[in-house]
């Protein structure tokens, strides 16, 4: 019974157009380039490929970057993402192997795959490089920059292809969410931008699903007289585990920033405290005085966000299976509500069919046409309504 | 019938009409070119420039060589390149042997309806030279440059790609009806089967006026393509030569058969006193739209029957007069979410600063209405039915119901 195929990934690479200009030395525009199974031919003629792509478009001076090439049995993504720093990725389309009158056909479902989706984790594949190491730019030498690159997406990469089977990308699609509001209420200067891809990086790496199960769980008996005991303190999640002990900031991740263009460097704190966190730039001496003056203030807090959260959980699992689902994305505060995911993770474990999901990304991708107001209303061939 | 090369050379008007100096090499100096909405250049396998609708074909050349090496680039993995995606641009490719077309918009369309557009075009070479042919001369000579046989031909596309931006007919995969009472179309069906039933291998009779369709005859076991229809319509306005005079011209039909060797048509024009006048009378005559009165907040419908591949729209009033294409894009964005080939839908309101438009979908008919930008929802819905029921009543008169046969 296996005869579908889902989409894959086929190779992702990162290239410079204005590197190795020379005849023969196609190899050098080569920065990063995955699977390492295709040799250096290959990757040339690739690229290649995407370069002849990109120039041919251009005579035709279209408003903005190449952001996607449809082929009949894959699709590939673009995206510049510092001047003649490409990253491309290229799908194998899912398939579906027909058999008509003894022969076997097999067609690929070009429409299965939408752009917005794949190119918002595309970007993210740039962003979180960029969160950790900077730009490409910043690095002065190409040996070094291939080297982080080879680094980071070494171990990027695999957990991509896990999310990009499940509905997780779609998230990245509506761009952040409704619990990021709480976290940048504690902070000053970070631009949006980048908070989205914190964000993104603390639910998929930092917070697993811990936070469900304080919030969903016992572990938060509202009419308890003492709730909280076990947290009541909070804790660092990066940096040192026990404060008393600590001499050295433990392993903080650094993360650079992007505000008003420049480029700044910071290390990355998780404070978690009850279900919220705050990051803050800080240096080692500051951690303690930071522990003693946020702690009782953020407990505070945190138990009413808890329990707002607690509600917003409860509610979705509870709807009636015909109840409207709906996402709510503010794009001024980031903020994002939605009654599609059953939990609060918002991964995977949706309450509505990858149909309707795909629905919305479209509905989402006509936004641009329709301007800055505007309602769409369709009635699909189940007869489900989305709005 | 095919001018001498040389005759093509010497007479740039032939081949196009813009401008010579305008398109050479440095197309990115040249805004004119660039800015145009929509490209479409026509090539040979081997990369032999055969059409372009902007600029000279030969000093094109080299852009021609470009896109031939990328879709034979791609081919060569076993793949085919079909469109790019790049901001405000789209760019379509269509690959038949033996020509590969290319569509480059920036009218924000999308790539199903640039795909049809091209295959029009497609369609209308081979209705003049026959695909058997077309593979023959290429199988022969793979450098031939077919633009020996398509003179004169440019000028069909060129009217086709016009006429397919401002007709809602060729998205709609449907033809408009000449609006005639029903005993005036009776009267003159009659009259069309009395003239011709003695003329032997007469497949079809197809009588128009200005685009619209007042009869259309055939033999029992024949039917006629929309598609085809609209090559018929397109071959009678562009050609001069046949809006004066009776003629005769060899045309091959694709979707009727692309192999057959040309059918040929016969177009003729009626001339019998009292239909003519009653066919002028609807001509001259504003027809009876139903955006007027209480109906005000409805800008323009079209409606769709499907049964018989007809369509019927009022005429286009304020404040489309002058923008009739954007009209023509916000239908064909409907008509493409609607009929979107994995996720189809049935309905479809949406609604912008500029309007707001209801698209649905029935097992009988399509509806689409473009509504004042702030209508009610329920208003609109309101409308939808008293419209649908103006249309049952008014039906014999706005569409050709029972096509007689020979």
Known sequence: MNNKTDVSLKNFFIFNSAFGAKEGEEAKKVLYYHPITDTTDVQIKNVGLVEGIIQFCENFKPSGDINSVHMEKTRQLYFQAEKDYWLVMTLNLPTVLNTKEGSQTTDYSEEDVQDNVYEAVLKQAYYMYRLFYGTFKSIKDVANLMMTLEIFYKTYLPLDKQTFLKVQCFINLLESTYPIIQHTAYLSGIEPDDMKFVY???????????????????????????????????????????????????????????????????????????????????????????????????????????????????????????????????????????????????????????ESLRLMADIKSTNSTLGSYGETIVKTMNDYWRK | MIPPQELLEENPNITNYIDEDSADNNLKDNEDWTRKKKHVFILSSAGKPIYSRYGNEDKLAWLFGVMQTLVSFVQSSGDCIKSIHAANTLFVFLVKKPLILVAVSKAQDGVQQLTSELSYVFNQITSILTLTRLNKIYEQRQNYDLRRLLAGVERLIDHLLDYSETEPSFFLGAVECLPLSLSVRDTINSAIVAACNKIKNLVFVILLAKNKLISLIRMKKYCLHPADLHLIFNLVQASESLKNSESWTPLCLPRFDSSVKPNSILLKKLRRGNCLEAINESLNVKDESYTTADFQEIRHYLYKCKSTAQFYQPSIGPPYTQTTEHLINVYKRAHHKLHSTVRPLKLIFERNSKEAILAWDTKGFELYIVFEPLIDTTKAISFVGKLLNWIKKKEERIFHLNAPTL
């Open chain 1, 200 to 354: 993104q990086y603390l639910i998929g790496t930092l917070l697993p699903a811990n936070m469900e199960t304080e919030l969903q769980g016992g572990s938060m008996p509202r009419n308890s007289a003492s709730p909280f005991t076990v947290l009541r303190n909070g804790r660092f999640i990066t940096g040192p585990s026990n404060l008393k002990l600590a001499k050295t900031i433990g392993k903080v991740p650094k993360m650079f920033l992007f505000s008003g263009g420049k480029q700044e460097e910071y290390h990355l704190v998780v404070y978690r405290a009850l279900s919220a966190s705050v990051f803050n730039r800080l240096n080692v001496r500051l951690f303690k005085e930071l522990d003693a003056f946020i702690s009782p203030k953020l407990v505070t807090i945190a138990s009413d966000i808890a329990e707002y959260c607690s509600k917003q959980v409860i509610t979705p699992s509870n709807l009636p299976e015909s109840a409207p689902r709906f996402i709510y994305f503010n794009k001024l505060n980031l903020a994002y509500k939605s009654t599609v995911h059953l939990d609060n993770k918002q991964t995977g474990n949706i309450a509505c069919t990858k």
